[in-house]
């Protein structure tokens, strides 16, 4: 299904979009909507990428305490034999 839309593009977006749709011989249409679901899969992706260094931070500190925790017990049981 598609759906009509109306955009508001710097001209020089629009000359380059149109010299390349030219060259190429692709449609507008498909050229923009190529353009676009390329541009949404790296958003997405930019997006994901935040999100994980965020959520990174945010359990780095309680890594790290459970890793000198095994540390410790590990410790413990090289010391008893």
Same mark, same amino acid.
Not at 54 to 73: A, D, N, T
């Given at each position: 299904?598609?759906?009509?839309v109306?955009?508001?593009?710097?001209? *020089?977006?629009?000359?380059?979009?149109?010299?390349?749709?030219?060259?190429?011989?692709?449609?507008?249409?498909?050229?923009?909507?190529?353009?676009?679901?390329?541009?949404?899969?790296?958003?997405?992706?930019?997006?994901?990428?935040?999100?994980?260094h965020?959520?990174s931070?945010l359990?780095?500190?309680?890594?790290?305490?459970?890793l000198?925790?095994?540390?410790?017990?590990?410790?413990e049981?090289?010391?008893e *034999?």
């Amino acid at each position: 299904m598609t759906k009509a839309v109306t955009l508001r593009l710097k001209k *020089h977006l629009l000359d380059d979009a149109e010299a390349i749709t030219r060259e190429a011989r692709v449609p507008r249409g498909k050229y923009f909507n190529d353009a676009l679901a390329f541009y949404n899969t790296y958003t997405r992706r930019r997006l994901l990428k935040e999100q994980l260094h965020k959520e990174s931070r945010l359990v780095r500190q309680s890594s790290l305490e459970v890793l000198e925790e095994f540390e410790q017990l590990e410790d413990e049981l090289l010391n008893e *034999h």
